[in-house]
């Protein structure tokens, strides 16, 4: 499967290697020159054990790579959108201007029937509200799909909780979820 991940931070490289590592083509778009040269050079911009040699892997492989422009990604059957949603300034919401960027910058370039899945963590209602968008904006219309897979990855545990994800802990924290 073709796929774009869009932001190429922790969550976004981590995933990126993560699906190349899977059999999936994938190109990983960033805004930041620094960033996609480093990855394309097989440096991750972070540290995360097993990171760099999948990172390495999927590029020797011809599974993974890295650029600045989403129009490389129009023919992907699945976009992940895995940009910043940090805390807003008066802290009662998150900064979505990088997620609103990404969408509005990736939604006409949309011209087949796919699916844009979100991984940043957002507010109630934001989904249901980029989804409206995606569908009047892009060419490919209602043929769109969209899901929302918000992330909580652990720092030092990211690639071994993609790979081998423990749905146990993931219903642990549902309930505790529930019960609050």
């Known amino acids: 499967m073709d ?8 969550l976004g490289a981590t995933h ?3 699906l190349a590592s899977w059999g999936h083509m994938v190109v990983g778009v960033d805004v930041d020159p620094e960033r996609v040269a480093g990855l394309a050079a097989g440096e991750p911009p972070f540290r995360e054990p097993g990171i760099r040699r999948l990172l390495r892997e999927g590029l020797a492989s011809g599974r ?4 600045g422009e989403l129009a490389a990604v129009a023919d992907a059957e699945v976009h992940f959108l895995c940009v910043g949603t940090p805390q807003a300034r008066d802290g009662n919401a998150a900064d979505l201007r990088a997620l609103h960027e990404a969408v509005d910058t990736l939604a006409p370039r949309l011209r087949r029937p796919s699916v844009v899945v979100g991984r940043s963590t957002v507010p109630v209602g934001t989904a249901a509200r980029l989804g409206g ?12 799909g969209l899901a929302w897979n918000p992330e909580f990855l652990r720092e030092g545990h990211a690639i071994a909780d993609s790979l081998h994800p423990d749905r146990a802990a993931g219903w642990r924290m549902l309930a505790l979820g529930r019960s609050s």
């Open 3 to 10: 796929v774009s991940v869009v932001g190429t931070g922790y």
């Open 16 to 18: 990126a290697v993560c």
């Open 64 to 67: 993974l790579s890295f650029c």
């Open 133 to 144: 968008l995606l569908r009047r904006s892009a060419p490919a219309g209602e043929s769109l």
